[in-house]
C-alpha cells in the first residue's frame, strides 16, 4: 500500500503552536522532507522526536519530487516541513503535492501556524474576501507594478516582506493604493509580537529602513471604479437635473454628465436608477 504525504505547519515563533497532531505525524512517518535539515534537526530534538530527514529546498525541489513520490509509491509515509509556517505557502513544496496528487498519493493538510492566516486575522480588516499575494517583488519598478495590479482587487490584501524593505513597500503602497487603512503585524507569536493599525501614511512614520523583525503587510480593500461612481451618485443626479434646467434634454444632460464623470452614459443611467427609482 502506498504511503501518505502529510503537509505539517511548524510554528513561525512560538513552539507552543506546534500541535499534538503534528508531533504525532512527525513520530509516526517514515521520512520528514524538511528545508534545512540541521533547523528541523532542533525543532525534532525539542519534541525527543526521532525520524530519518531529507532535505527538499527550493534549489532541488523538482528533483526532490520525484523520489520523494517513490518513496510514497513504495509505501513509506513522508511529511512535508519547511523552516516555519506551512510548507507550500510562499516556501517550498508545491511541486511534490502536485506530484503525490498526479501519483495517486493521499495528501493530508494539517492546519497549523500561518503567518498570514495570523496577521489578517489581528489586522480588524475585512475578511470575506481575502487576496494573499505573498512577497512584493523586491525592485521597485516590479514592485510598483504589481501593486497597480493588485489595486482593483475586491478584497483585504495580505502581503509578506523583509524588514529591510517594508519602508520602501509602504511608500509604494500609498503611492499605488492612496491613503488606506492598513496594518502591520510583525514578530507574530514571539516575544515582541505586535500589530499596528492605522492608514498607510501612519504606518510609513513608524518603520524606516532599519526596521527589524518579520512583517505581514495588510491593506484595506479599495474602493472599486464602479463603487466610487456610485458613491457619486447623487453629485450625478444632481448634475443631470442642473444641465436640464439650462435647457438640456434629459439625453443630453445625461450623456454630458457621464462624460463629466469619465463613465459610459449607460453605466451613469444604471447608477442613477440605482435604487430603483
Ligand atoms: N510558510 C510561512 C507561513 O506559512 O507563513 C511563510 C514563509 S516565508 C519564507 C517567510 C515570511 O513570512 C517572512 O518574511 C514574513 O513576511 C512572514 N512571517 C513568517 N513568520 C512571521 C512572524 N513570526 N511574524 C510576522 N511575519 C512572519
Given at each position: 500500500m502506498a504511503g501518505t504525504l502529510y503537509i505539517v505547519p511548524t510554528p513561525i515563533g512560538n513552539?507552543?503552536?506546534?500541535s499534538p497532531r503534528a508531533v504525532e505525524t512527525l513520530r509516526s512517518v517514515g521520512l520528514i522532507a524538511c528545508e534545512d535539515t540541521r533547523h528541523t534537526q532542533k525543532l525534532l530534538n525539542h519534541f525527543g522526536i526521532k525520524a530519518e530527514l531529507i532535505s527538499y529546498h527550493e534549489h532541488n525541489e523538482q528533483q526532490r519530487s520525484a523520489e520523494l513520490v517513490r518513496k510514497l509509491e513504495s509505501g513509506i509515509s513522508v511529511a512535508l516541513v519547511s523552516d516555519?509556517?506551512?510548507?507550500?505557502?510562499?516556501?517550498?513544496?508545491v511541486p511534490l503535492v502536485r506530484a503525490a496528487h498526479d501519483a495517486g498519493i493521499q495528501v493530508i493538510s494539517l492546519p497549523g501556524p500561518a503567518a498570514f492566516v495570523a496577521a489578517e486575522a489581528a489586522?480588524?480588516?475585512?475578511?470575506?474576501a481575502i487576496f494573499f499575494g505573498g512577497f512584493l517583488p523586491s525592485r521597485p519598478g516590479q514592485r510598483r507594478k504589481r501593486l497597480r495590479e493588485c489595486a482593483e482587487i475586491p478584497a483585504t490584501l495580505v502581503f509578506y516582506e523583509s524588514p529591510h524593505r517594508i519602508a520602501a513597500s509602504l511608500a509604494d503602497c500609498l503611492a499605488v493604493f492612496g491613503d488606506r487603512q492598513a496594518s502591520i503585524s510583525r514578530?507574530?507569536?514571539?516575544?515582541?509580537e505586535e500589530t499596528l493599525t492605522g492608514k498607510i501614511s501612519d504606518l510609513i512614520k513608524k518603520f524606516d529602513a532599519k526596521a527589524k523583525g518579520e512583517f505581514v503587510l495588510v491593506i484595506d480593500r479599495g474602493k472599486s471604479k464602479t463603487a466610487m461612481a456610485e458613491k457619486d451618485t447623487p453629485d450625478l443626479k444632481e448634475r443631470v437635473n442642473a444641465l436640464e434646467a439650462e435647457g438640456l434634454s434629459p439625453r443630453e444632460a445625461l450623456k454630458k454628465a457621464a462624460k463629466e464623470a469619465g463613465i459610459s452614459r449607460s453605466e451613469a443611467y444604471r447608477l442613477m436608477h440605482i435604487d430603483g427609482e
Open positions: 513552539l507552543g503552536d506546534l516555519a509556517g506551512t510548507p507550500a505557502i510562499s516556501d517550498p513544496g489586522s480588524g480588516l475585512g475578511t470575506d514578530e507574530l507569536s514571539k516575544l515582541h
